[in-house]
């Protein structure tokens, strides 16, 4: 297979070096795609990639042949970006052109569709970074942790047999209270929400090619409460006097656990219970919290394009950073990066971001299993 350095002499195409877009499969590489666009996110797994180009003169004696299912390292310049394997390959032939299309998906894509495999399904006295290593080692992947995610003991977890390997991550972590995603390397992370401020961000008469803004009011409430669970016998209607009033505050007064939204102009009450095993309604104070902000922060987001890969530091653009957003009337706003689309095309290359608060990917807090099991434990020896 002769390397494809020179197909961007056949779609016309010339990339700078610091953003030419190749891969590598079967040790070679393959460069001078002329179409590519690059899906990452902190929500997003796997990552994906779609390469593109068309052959316009085939007689030239260029070849491509990438096997569906190799293994496979994409870079952009000297940056590895997504490490994976090949998913599918197309052609497309017509009398003008030959149109020579790949995609790809990181090594995560194994864990997405892959049921968990395990010596045992209940595991104990381990830590959500374990359990997530151990769904893990199957099928190779690694996993790390940055900032102390993952490190919280979780004495008894069992694992549901049908359940995907990415479900078994996913519930861990929120009992961590911590987020995962993809790494350029194939490799996994734990981490908490980032922190780490990217070099220049976005810039409206900078960088910014075309921003488009949501603020809503879907999903949101004008006061969140936690609620026992046990039944409220109403006595006498509700109309009679505040009886119903009354039966409500004894099941919240107990818990004090009540969070409001100023941004919610109407009455928008939301009822949320309080769990068995939370017995002091620690995790339901936090969760009404978590309830207001994180439904805020879901509620504004900044779809962004900017002209470049890179930031102001020539990094690359990367999910879970911090992105400084700068109007016309110089205010800025900090934001997460959630997902990250990276395009190169006829029309120049561009990154299209999903901007969030960052409170809108913080996990929901949970009451630990130990917790659960310890409760469930004293109420049957009762």
């Not at 010596?119 to 790390?144: E, K, R």
């Amino acid at each position: 297979m002769s390397v494809l350095s020179t197909v961007s002499e056949f779609v016309g195409y010339d990339q700078t070096a610091s953003n030419a877009v190749s891969i590598t499969v079967n040790g070679n590489q393959i460069s001078g795609w002329g179409r590519v666009s690059i899906r990452m996110g902190v929500d997003i797994m796997p990552w994906t990639a779609m390469l593109e180009t068309t052959l316009y003169q085939p007689d030239t004696g260029a070849s491509v042949d990438i096997p569906a299912g190799a293994a496979c390292v994409l870079s952009i310049g000297g940056d590895t970006v997504l490490t994976g394997y090949v998913q599918s390959v197309s052609e497309e032939l017509t009398p003008q052109e030959h149109v020579y299309r790949v995609v790809i998906a990181s090594r995560s894509v194994d864990l997405v569709e892959c049921s968990a495999e395990f010596s045992t399904y209940q595991m104990n006295n381990t830590t959500a970074l374990g359990i997530a290593q151990q769904v893990c080692q199957p099928f190779g992947i690694s996993v790390s942790a940055v900032g102390g995610a993952g490190d919280i003991q979780i004495q008894q977890f069992s694992v549901i047999l049908t359940e995907t390997a990415y479900e078994v991550i996913e519930r861990v972590c929120r009992l961590a209270g911590c987020i995962f995603y993809d790494q350029p390397d194939g490799t996994i992370v734990l981490s908490p929400v980032g922190t780490t401020v990217a070099s220049g961000g976005v810039q409206q008469g900078v960088n910014m090619e075309r921003l488009v803004s949501l603020s809503s009011l879907e999903g949101r409430f004008s006061s969140v409460q936690a609620i026992i669970q046990n039944p409220a016998i109403l006595f006498t209607p509700p109309a009679d006097g505040d009886k119903h009033a009354q039966q409500m505050q004894a099941q919240t007064a107990p818990v004090n656990a009540s969070a409001s939204d100023p941004g919610v102009p109407r009455r928008r009450p939301l009822l949320i219970p309080v769990e068995l095993a939370d017995d002091n309604y620690s995790v339901a104070r936090k969760r009404v919290q978590w309830e207001v902000a994180r439904r805020y922060g879901r509620s504004q987001v900044i779809e962004a394009t900017v002209s470049s890969w890179r930031d102001g530091s020539g990094t690359l653009w990367a999910p879970n950073t911090l992105i400084p957003l700068t109007r016309a009337s110089s205010s800025r706003n900090d934001l997460l990066l959630g997902e990250l689309e990276l395009v190169q095309g006829e029309d120049g290359t561009h990154a299209n971001m999903v901007l969030m608060p960052s409170d809108a990917f913080v996990p929901e807090p949970l009451v630990l299993p130990a917790e659960q099991n310890e409760v469930t434990a004293a109420v049957s020896r009762d």
